[in-house]
């Protein structure tokens, strides 16, 4: 804690009680969610650190986040998942809770094993980043504190989530391509593999439809297997003028697939991604991709989880955040 700021000086701060702040710093009823929030935003603000071993005494809680990623989802360091993780824990402790990250290995999410920082009872609630099998999403549907889905939902299921509008950005992103004259357009991405993958494909396909732009089947490419790993990109012939991928990875190794084939990226095929992480940066040309604003994202789902942890009969259903399209280099009008 510092000692130059107290709870008298963040409520003058925000204009309200002492008690107002003790119980929203404390989780306390008698506040409302959102104002719980802007105290303790304020209190991080302004330099006051809670002591969560004192809180948890008094309030019967651990002041802790499980985040789960599952193995497939950090297969190097440059993984997708280990950017958000890191903002998620950023984000959860300005809002006086700890985020644990625990890697659900292949095994465990085979054989449906609850993570051992619940089972330990070292969490309030937990987050899922990325989506995982069936199966053990049932599984952990069935713990006893608040769950958020973060970057998919699950048919069926009545977890609430924090999604991408991952439709309408690929719609956007396929009408672009269509718009600088591409009449044969693929998609990469195994559209059972994920809801976001998915939803990408359905987009592309909306836009494919209105444009009258025919989708044989080659032209649906298969990038990972059932285990979520990624498998050799096989390209139809002849090459589409223009390819839209599920993800900014995928994207990168297309084009050095394309280059090492003798196509040239964007001079005879444009490509496009998602996610605007460091491969649509690294690749040249760099990629034209989706922005899935992952900063509004995780700020939405950390809050959910810590209101559904004060309240765990709180339903906030599947939350949407827009993205938006960065154009780069590596989408460029037809020239063939």
């Keep these: 804690m510092n000692d130059k700021i107290n709870m008298e000086d963040i409520a003058k701060s925000l204009g309200i009680s002492k008690v107002s702040v003790s119980k929203a710093l404390n989780d306390k009823e008698g506040v409302s ?25 008094k309030t019967d809680k651990q002041f802790n986040v499980g985040i789960l990623i599952s193995e497939k989802f950090i297969l190097d360091k440059e993984a997708y998942y280990f950017t958000v993780c890191g903002e998620m824990i950023r984000r959860l402790d300005e809002l006086g809770y700890s985020g644990i990250m625990e890697i ?15 089972n330990e009872n070292k969490v309030d609630g937990i987050i899922v980043l990325g989506q995982m099998h069936g ?45 600088l004259g591409h009449r044969s357009i693929a998609y990469v991405g195994s559209i059972r593999s994920t809801s976001s993958i998915q939803d990408r494909f359905l987009g592309c396909y909306k836009s494919l439809i209105e444009n009258s732009i025919p989708l044989p089947a080659a032209h649906v490419i298969e990038d990972r297997d059932e285990q979520g790993r990624f498998i050799p990109l096989v390209l139809p012939d002849p090459l589409p003028s223009a390819f839209v991928c599920n993800c900014d990875r995928v994207a ?26 460091i491969f649509s940066t690294i690749s040249e040309p760099q ?50």
């Design 33 to 57: 969610d959102d104002l719980r929030v802007k105290v303790k935003e304020t209190a991080v603000a302004m330099g006051y650190r809670l002591n969560n071993s004192a809180r948890g005494l």
């Design 104 to 118: 659900v290995t292949y095994q465990n999410e085979d054989g449906c094993l609850l993570p051992r920082l619940y």
């Design 135 to 179: 199966d053990y999403l049932k599984k952990i549907e069935t713990v006893t504190v608040p769950i958020v889905y973060f970057d998919f939902y699950v048919n069926h299921s009545k977890t609430d989530c924090v999604v991408s509008d991952n439709f309408f950005s690929a719609y956007q992103l396929t009408n672009r391509l269509a718009a």
């Design 252 to 277: 990168h190794a297309l084009i050095l697939q394309l280059k090492a084939a003798g196509a040239s990226v964007p001079g005879t095929v444009s490509v496009v991604g998602f996610d605007n992480s």
């Design 287 to 336: 990629i034209t991709t989706v922005d899935n604003n992952v900063e509004e994202m995780v700020r939405t789902c950390a809050r959910i989880i810590i209101k559904k942890i004060a309240d765990p009969e709180r339903v906030y259903g599947r939350v949407m955040v827009s993205g938006t399209i960065i154009d780069r280099r590596s989408a460029q009008p037809v020239t063939r």
